[in-house]
């Protein structure tokens, strides 16, 4: 079964820099696309930035473009998020989600498996 768990969250200044960490115990990642989701207070949660099976990345919010990266731990079996240059915006509750397609897809409901979140608080 695979459980996700994401932690990194907190509270930091605009122009900061916080990394999100999704991890799984047991269940290997690899095997999966990894998706970053945020939820902004009041708005539908949206995609943000996922990774393929293959390591293919895929934005979904134009908004991180420049700012946030994805990547692939398989030592620690994680997949990270880093988010950089951080603006109020980026206020949301960051999740992780899982989908058993080889490529990364933007439906929601197409994601199996979903962490509990993280919030991600930026103001100064």
């Known amino acids: 079964q695979l459980q996700l768990v994401e932690s990194g969250g907190g509270l930091m200044q605009p122009g900061g820099s916080l990394r999100l960490s999704c991890a799984s115990s047991g269940v290997t990642l690899n095997s999966y696309a990894i998706t970053w989701f945020r939820q902004a207070p009041g708005k539908e949660r949206e995609g943000v930035l996922c990774?393929?099976?293959?390591?293919?990345?895929?934005m979904f919010s134009d908004s991180v473009k420049g700012r946030f990266t994805i990547s692939r731990d398989n030592a620690k079996n994680t997949v990270d998020l880093q988010l950089d240059r951080l603006l109020p915006e980026d206020t949301a509750i960051y999740y992780c989600?899982?989908?058993?397609?080889?490529?990364?897809?933007?439906?929601?409901?197409?994601?199996?498996?979903w962490g509990q979140g993280t919030q991600v608080t930026v103001s100064s």
């Open positions: 989600a899982a989908s058993p397609y080889k490529f990364c897809v933007r439906s929601q409901s197409e994601y199996t498996n």
């Open positions: 990774i393929s099976k293959s390591g293919g990345i895929t």
